[in-house]
């Protein structure tokens, strides 16, 4: 339900950021040209690119973290089955 709540806030702010903070930064002559340029290009539409890559980025560290937090590994265990709240 968190998730769900927070999706129309994620989609109003994407659209903003990618065209007036991203695009300025990857134009032909932008500030981030020569790193993040080189790694996905320069151009239009590129920011968008980068907003997947920050995405990955975040999601692959998520992983780790919940990976390596034994809890999440044994939440089945730990938690009682609605079937015997009953």
């Known amino acids: 339900m968190i998730t769900l709540s927070a999706l129309p806030l994620g989609l109003l702010i994407t659209a903003p950021l990618a065209e007036y903070v991203f695009d300025p930064m990857l134009d032909y002559n932008g500030a981030w040209t020569g790193t993040a340029g080189r790694l996905i290009g320069v151009g239009p539409g590129r920011s968008i690119g980068?907003?997947?890559?920050?995405?990955?980025?975040?999601?692959?560290?998520?992983?780790?973290?919940?990976?390596?937090?034994?809890?999440?590994?044994?939440?089945?265990?730990?938690?009682?089955?609605?079937?015997?709240?009953?």
Do not use: K, Q
Not at 52 to 72: C, S, W
């Open 50 to 86: 980068l907003m997947f890559v920050i995405a990955g980025i975040f999601n692959a560290l998520t992983l780790v973290a919940g990976a390596a937090y034994p809890r999440i590994w044994h939440v089945e265990d730990e938690l009682p089955s609605a079937a015997n709240a009953r």
